[in-house]
Every structure is written in structure tokens, then in C-alpha cells.
């Protein structure tokens, strides 16, 4: 089957898509992206997550056909060219990874995390409450690593979103 997607803000075509085929199947062996990981294949470890149509989404368990139409964002498509964004730009500052195997999955979820807060701060407060450390915590839950104990990672968002005056 064939399937037409928005990658990264490109329009794209990929041909051959089987029926089982999962996002991350087709993000890293047909269209040779391999930020997203596949770790745990059952929506467990998160580092495969991707957004699809501005939601973070586990690629490993996100039928390829169901893409067909949607804007995808992947680890790839942030920044500009040669450059990282902001969250990115942190985790480095922060040192918010180790071996890295999990931090593509990290950074997509804040990334969707931010662009919400980013969108509509006011109901982004509304919705959530003021207690942004468990707006964190809840963003991140189905995110494994192994070694940083989370609290970098924790660190960094809450820095990210307290100077968006959400803290």
C-alpha cells in the first residue's frame, strides 16, 4: 500500500507500506530516520515517540497506515538546519542524558509538553493546575532510562516552562 505524510514539514510518498507496519517502521527503514528507537515495542519505554498532528504519539505502536494524511514530527525535523531548538539546546546544557538511547523519546514528549504550554498558556494552566512538576512527571510517564534518574530530565523541563511563566 502506499501512504502520503507530512515528515517533518515535507510532503512525502512511501510505497509498499504493509498492512502491520508500525510509524517507526516506516520512519527509520523507508524513510531512513532513525531518531525515534525501538526499545520495548508495547508503548513501555517511549523511545519511539514521535508527534503525529502535534500530539506525542509511540511510533512502535502507531499503525503506518493510520499516518496516511497526518503531519509527523520527528527528533529529525527540530531546530534548523544545523541547529538545535530549545529543548534540545537544554538537555545538552543540563546534561539531561547519558547513553542518549532515550532521550529522542524524552525530548519529543517535552517538545509536545512546551508547544501545548505554548499555544494556550491560559488554559495549559486551567487544565493542568499550578503544580508543574507533576504536569511534568505526567508527561513523561511511559519514559524509561536507565541512567540518568529523571531528575535532569524533570530539571530541564521545569526550567523550559518556568520561563514561560508556568511554574
Known amino acids: ?97 547519558q547513553c542518549g538511547y532515550c532521550t529522542p523519546g524524552f525530548i519529543m514528549a517535552l517538545e509536545a509538553l512546551v508547544r501545548e504550554a505554548d499555544s494556550n498558556p491560559g488554559k495549559f494552566k486551567e487544565v493542568y493546575g499550578g503544580n508543574t512538576r507533576d504536569i511534568v512527571k505526567d508527561a513523561l510517564t511511559g519514559h524509561i532510562c536507565r541512567c540518568t534518574g529523571y531528575e535532569p530530565i524533570v530539571e530541564t523541563a521545569l526550567l523550559i516552562l518556568s520561563e514561560k511563566g508556568l511554574d
Open 1 to 97: 500500500m502506499q501512504i502520503s505524510l507530512r515528515v517533518n514539514g515535507e510532503q512525502v510518498v512511501v510505497d509498499d507500506v504493509k498492512a502491520r507496519s508500525t510509524l517507526l517502521d516506516v520512519l527509520r527503514n523507508q524513510l531512513n530516520l532513525k531518531g525515534a528507537k525501538k526499545g520495548c515495542e508495547g508503548e513501555g519505554c517511549g523511545a519511539c515517540t514521535v508527534m503525529v498532528d502535534s500530539r506525542p504519539v509511540y511510533s512502535c505502536m502507531y499503525p503506518a497506515l493510520a499516518a496516511s494524511g497526518r503531519s509527523v514530527l520527528t527528533i529529525e525535523g527540530l531546530g534548523r538546519e544545523g541547529e538545535v531548538d530549545r529543548v534540545q539546546r537544554e538537555f545538552i546544557n543540563r546534561w539531561a542524558f
